[in-house]
């Protein structure tokens, strides 16, 4: 069974940094795709940031771009998100979701959550002004 479990979450100041976590169990990244996405109150769900299975590639929204970092421990099966420069629009529930055979690339506006089919409680960045 495919499971994602977000941790890292709080309450920082306008600048600083945060790094999330997503420990996955039931499946390696070589397998799956692992995205974050994010959700903040009244708006629609966006994604943010994602890494292909095998980790060759990865994407990131343009919106985020130059502030988002992922990466993976792959003994602990777990994937990391830096976000650097935080600011209070990054403000919203992350989520992080997986996918087999998924791949993602480059730069965009958005990444379609409909794609992926497991995902994770979600856990809360609050950034303050």
């Known amino acids: 069974e495919v499971q994602l479990v977000e941790s890292g979450g709080g309450l920082v100041q306008a600048g600083g940094s945060l790094r999330l976590s997503c420990a996955a169990s039931?499946?390696?990244?070589?397998?799956?795709?692992i995205a974050w996405f994010r959700q903040a109150p009244g708006k629609e769900r966006e994604g943010v940031s994602c890494?292909?299975?095998?980790?060759?590639?990865?994407f990131y929204a343009t919106s985020v771009k130059g502030r988002f970092t992922m990466s993976n421990d792959n003994a602990k099966n777990t994937m990391y998100l830096l976000i650097n420069s935080l600011k209070p629009e990054d403000t919203a529930v992350y989520y992080c979701?997986?996918?087999?055979?998924?791949?993602?690339?480059?730069?965009?506006?958005?990444?379609?959550?409909?794609?992926?089919?497991?995902w994770g409680q979600g856990t809360q960045v609050t950034v303050s002004s």
């Open positions: 890494i292909s299975d095998g980790g060759l590639t990865t």
């Open positions: 039931g499946f390696t990244f070589d397998d799956y795709a």
């Open positions: 979701a997986a996918e087999a055979h998924y791949h993602c690339s480059g730069y965009g506006p958005y990444l379609d959550g409909t794609d992926f089919n497991s």
